[in-house]
């Protein structure tokens, strides 16, 4: 016997979440029948305030709800030293270890000619701009040390040559080609503070 159709919708929108088969849909569908009306009502709404309230820093390209984001606004942070990351979820991870106090720069991606990802496909001149308006001393590349990563720390590390700017990248402590969010703290920690000069 098939689930009515209602139901079967919900398996196939959970089923569109990275990581969630069919047995897990499922599952995670008939939960949410035993929810009180409330409940569900609050669950529904709280998908809809992400896509309705979320939007993109715009300094650092982080997520928030307002025009800048906590950490850009926060005036106890090093202005002098920006962190650029991949992706929002890298921010996460440094924040959450709390190994950084300076400012961030989201880039949405990385350099990737096979993938037809060049500079321009993701946020590198805002990064460029930010560094001749603000007081930047120091830019630390914490990508994934990758074919796509040392492209981007090195074309990155060229349009900076003559600004008067420090760039870094953290240190390999990190194994090459590993998923940023899935490194401890303390391997994390030390590839921070073992960074070197991108030549």
Request: proline fraction near 3%; include cysteine; charged fraction near 30%.
């Amino acid at each position: 016997m098939a689930y009515p159709k209602s139901l079967n919708n919900l398996i196939s929108s959970f089923k569109d979440l990275p990581g969630v088969g069919e047995k897990t849909a499922e599952r995670m569908a008939l939960t949410m029948l035993n929810f009180e009306k409330n409940k569900l009502d609050s669950f529904a709404k709280a998908i809809i305030n992400v896509k309705d309230k979320i939007k993109r820093c715009s300094i650092c390209n982080n997520l928030t709800e307002d025009e800048i984001c906590d950490i850009c606004s926060d005036t106890s942070r090093d202005e002098n030293t920006i962190c650029v990351v991949e992706d929002v979820k890298n921010v996460m991870l440094f924040e959450k270890n709390g190994l950084f106090n300076g400012k961030y720069h989201v880039l949405n991606g990385l350099i990737s000619p096979v993938d037809g990802i060049d500079p321009s496909d993701i946020n590198i001149q805002s990064l460029l701009d930010r560094v001749k308006k603000e007081n930047t001393k120091e830019i630390i590349i914490a990508v994934k040390p990758s074919l796509e990563g040392e492209a981007t720390a090195l074309y990155i590390s060229k349009k900076l040559e003559g600004n008067n700017v420090i760039v870094s990248k953290i240190a390999h402590g990190v194994p090459m080609g590993a998923d940023m969010e899935y490194i401890d703290a303390m391997t994390l920690e030390t590839a921070l503070f073992d960074r070197k000069k991108v030549s």
